[in-house]
């Protein structure tokens, strides 16, 4: 069970990264924002050092992401650091996550892990940024937006894995397939609560949603090593 968490952290970290990195180059951030944004990057690191335990690989991403915190400010800050450092960071995962894909046994599998990137890289990346406390406000649309395009890509690539199984395999693995489905709706719902409600947004509402999203992957990983 904590290999498989961890076998979908790898893409969940590559998609966070690739969305907060946007957002220090592009985004309309202030001094105050950049530096609260600069003070998440050690959970995206202590995170990699867990996927470590699997391929050592992951050490590489770690120790680039340290070593750009080191250099940068946590408090208010104009000042953008070292950004090729965090490029290099972004390559490194990205060159994981690829070895991960190319690992798979079938293009269903493949798929699963590509899929993962925005499913699950947006939802941590959201809680990363609400943690921040960014101002951002589109984000809070545009992020469970693409959350919901992804679980629908999810669901076909689900599908697509249990039509190139038999049908004896097939229903002895029904079970945990329906309970990843049925976790998988409620984390976008519990993701997207605060436009269907028009609430605030709440770390405890991500976090709850994240855990959730991450149990339901975990749960169809089984599926996709028959």
């Known amino acids: 069970m904590v290999q498989q968490l961890l076998a979908v952290c790898a893409p969940m970290l ?34 990699w ?15 680039a992401i340290a070593y750009f915190y080191s250099k940068v400010q946590t408090k208010k800050t104009r000042d ?18 690829a070895i991960l894909v190319g690992e798979q046994t079938s293009l269903a599998a493949s798929l699963n892990v590509v899929v993962q990137i925005p499913l699950l890289g947006a939802l941590f990346a959201h809680l990363l940024l609400t943690i921040a406390r960014t101002r951002l406000q589109a984000f809070h649309r545009i992020l469970p937006v693409a959350g919901v395009v992804s679980a629908m890509l999810m669901a076909l690539v689900i599908l697509l894995k249990a039509m190139s199984i038999d049908e004896q395999t097939l229903m002895s693995a029904i079970q945990p397939l329906l309970v990843g489905f049925a976790l ?3 984390g976008i719902v519990v993701w997207c609560w605060h436009m269907l409600a028009s609430r605030e947004i709440n770390k405890a509402q991500l976090g ?16 996709f090593v028959l």
């Open 14 to 47: 590559l998609g966070a990264q690739l969305i907060l990195t946007l957002i220090l180059i592009k985004g309309d951030i202030c001094p105050g924002q950049r530096g609260r944004i600069h003070k998440v990057l050690p959970t995206i690191a202590v995170l």
């Open 49 to 63: 050092l867990a996927v470590a335990s699997l391929k050592i690989e992951a050490m590489m991403v770690v120790f």
């Open 80 to 97: 953008q650091g070292p950004m090729w450092v965090l490029y290099l960071a972004n390559g490194l995962a990205l060159s994981y996550v």
């Open 184 to 186: 998988m709706i409620l």
């Open 208 to 223: 709850f949603g994240l855990a959730v999203m991450l149990l339901a992957l975990t749960s169809n990983q089984g599926l």
